[in-house]
Every structure is written in structure tokens, then in C-alpha cells.
């Protein structure tokens, strides 16, 4: 048998460390040939590291949260035959956890003064010890407690629920003793109704993997874009008309559409207009890059936190091609099968919570874009239309705009060409002269 020792490899784009997401192997656990051993997180997207060999798990190369460098060791296998790993070979330093890389060495303890002997000190009296709680009472579901008229209404004026209240009377019956009793072992004060209990637990939950990139992702946009935010309101009543046509003639052949590809559509045709809200600032270089391609990001929602798919070349696309390309990339995203090729290169964002919408957000620009559309949820509200009070179907456009790039004039005037598309559909499906 022998020692096979599996690094860190070069995942690629100059990456000289990854974080360690996730271990899929435990020590004693026997792999094989290109299973899966751990994920690790690079400033992109998640990689899934196979193992070369077969063999049984020695030591584990870091803990979850470890930021690791390439060609460090990642996992030690024992395997069939001489392995890679020389005998007596020093195995290799552990991972460095993200959180210490930064802090210094600590200084050596200064040698030990001698110091006068304390004072004694005088016992303290001993205090009595606190009551222990009144036993909490679990009666079956409707069954009355047996307590006086008298009792009754004392409890509701005290707060308590009597079903928890332990009765010392015949037949359980609870009296005022049981009351007091109640309340002394619960420090004589109760919440605004009895049954309530305290809480005093706490969890902490490290801030590790994506979760930690989307967190860095978002200070950095936050501390290096200056951003403004611009809300209208939008009659989308006509648009939910068409959109129900659409489905009913089409949605069997074609795919069934939601506000989402229509909005797409709308900020496509609309940024042939404002190519400096398609683009993307190099602020260290003083950069720039207005894109003629729409690469439409999505974010969406993981179960290991927000990710952006990049909907490419929109502006070559149907609204049924952008529909069928937005599930394709959801199902890859919630799934945790999204390549890295799909969460790169988005020049515009849109960000939706669909029904969970709110009627206003203030959305954080996806660095290194300079705009971002957000999508509230539709609501039916009366309105007055040539006099009369109609009922109308209303969404708000929630957006950010990086103020060094795009002046306030300009993000209005984009919203309003994307509102004026919405509010006429039939718009969306004419091509410009």
C-alpha cells in the first residue's frame, strides 16, 4: 500500500487560490476514480474537484471556509501500490483559514513580575438559591383546566394561559397558590400571554463559500459605485392582455411567457438608444466599454445564495428564445450545475422576486455593469382613464444607475422608452426602420 497526495489544481484565469466549499469525503472513507471530493470557490463560480485514483481517505487537507492555494495539498489517499508520496516525505502545511491570513504573529508573553500576595477576601454570604420553575402542565388538545370563576380572571389580568398552570386542588383544580407558585418560578413576570418561554440560544453560522462571495461581491459594489436610484410606475394591464393571447395561441408550441422575457425584450430595444446604460466601468483603468451585445444577467436564487446566469446575446433572441434561455439557466442554477462560462459577461441586469416583489427595492448594480432593473410585483389598483375610475394592472420599475457613468437624465429617459414599450406591447414585436 502506499501514500497518494491529491493538490490543489490550476483551475485556470490566473487563479492562484480558491476557497474550500465543501468536502463530499470523510477520513476512512473509501473513493473511487473520479468521484467527487470536494467543491471549491473561485471569484466566479463553484468547481467540483474529482480523484484521479481509488483508494481510502487519509487526512483531509482543510476545513470548510479555508481559503487554499494551488498546488496545495487538498486530501491524502492510502492506495493500492507504491502512490506518489515518497516514504518519510513532511506532509504538507495546512490550509490558512481566510479570516487569519491577515493577523499579525503574536508577540512573545513578557516574563512574569512578581507580585504582592492579595489580600484575603471575606466570603461572600451565600445567596438562596433561585425557585426552580413551576412544571409546565401538557394537557391533552381541549381539555379545561378546573379552576374558580375568581382564578379565571385573575390568570387573563396576569397574562396566563391556565392550560400550563400545574393545579394542586382536588381533581388538579387550580388555585390562586398555584398562580403565585406559577409566577415565582418564573421570576414573578410573564409575557403578554402566559406559555411563552424565553429564549437565550444562539447559532453562529459561519460566512463561508458563495455565501462569502456574495458578500464581498456586494460591499465592493457598494464602496466603489456611486448609486442612484429611479422608480415609475407602469400600466401593464395591455401587456397582461397580449401576454395572455400569446400563451393561449402559442404557449403549447412555443413556450409560456412571463412579464420577465417581455421586460427583456423592452430593454433591448431601448438600449439601442442608450448604449452608455449597456456597458461596463474599468474604474481602475478609467474605462468605459459600451457593448453593442445585450448579455442579459438574471439573478436568481440558489440554495447556496444569489447567483447572476447571463442570458447572451439577447438582443438576438425572441421573447420565447429569452424565456426558454432564462429556465434553461434557472434549472442550472437551483440544480448547482451552472458553468462558469454562464455567469460571466453580463452587461445589464435584471433583478425579480416575482410575486414577492414589494411595490419598491433599490437594487445593488452587479460590478463592473452601470445599471440595474428591478422588477416589483403587478397589483390592481383603480385609476382614472378619461374620467372614469377603471381597474388597471400597475408594476413598478425599481432601478440603480452608477452616477459616474450615467447621468439622472439618462436613466429617466431609458426608463421612460422602457415604459413607453410596455404600455404599447404591440411595440415590442416591431423591428426599428
Known sequence: M????IKMPDIGEGIAEVELAAWHVGVGETVKEDQPLADVMTDKATVEIPSPVSGTVLALGGQVGDVMAVGSELIRLEVEGAGNQKPGAAPAAP???AAAQAEPAPRAAPEPVPAAAPAPVAPAASKPAPPKPA??????????PLASPAVRKRAWDLGI????VHGTGPAGRIGHEDLDAYLQGRGGTLGARA???ERNDEQAVPVV???RKIAQKMQEAKRRIPHFSYVEE???TELEELRVQLNRKWGESRGRLTVLPLLARAMVLALRDFPQINARFDDELGVVTRHGAVHLGIAAQSPAGLMVPVVRHAEARDPWSIAAEIARLGEAVRGGKAERDELLGSTITISSLGPLGGIVSTPVINHPEVAIVGVNRIVERPMIRHGAVVPRK???LSSSFDHRVVDGMDAAEFIQAVRALLEQPAMLFVEAP
Not at 161 to 164: N, Q
Open 2 to 5: 502506499g501514500t497518494h497526495i
Open 95 to 97: 490550509a490558512v483559514p
Open 135 to 144: 412544571p409546565v402542565i401538557a394537557r391533552q388538545p381541549g381539555e379545561r
Open 161 to 164: 394561559e391556565l392550560r400550563f
Open 195 to 197: 406559555g411563552l418561554v
Open 209 to 211: 463559500g458563495l455565501r
Open 234 to 236: 407602469i400600466d401593464v
Open 394 to 396: 400597475l408594476m413598478n
